[in-house]
């Protein structure tokens, strides 16, 4: 079944457009997403 919502990886809350943060790992193209607040808890430094 598919959400038409993200969801951040690490705390569970709602994304949307505004405050979502997303991350590509180059090596295997796998798509993360994360909240802005657990974004840069995760990598900090990048914006």
Known sequence: MYNNYLSCEVCGA???RANQKQYIEMQTGFMHSYCQKCYGEKFPGKK
Do not use: S
């Open 14 to 16: 709602e994304l949307t």
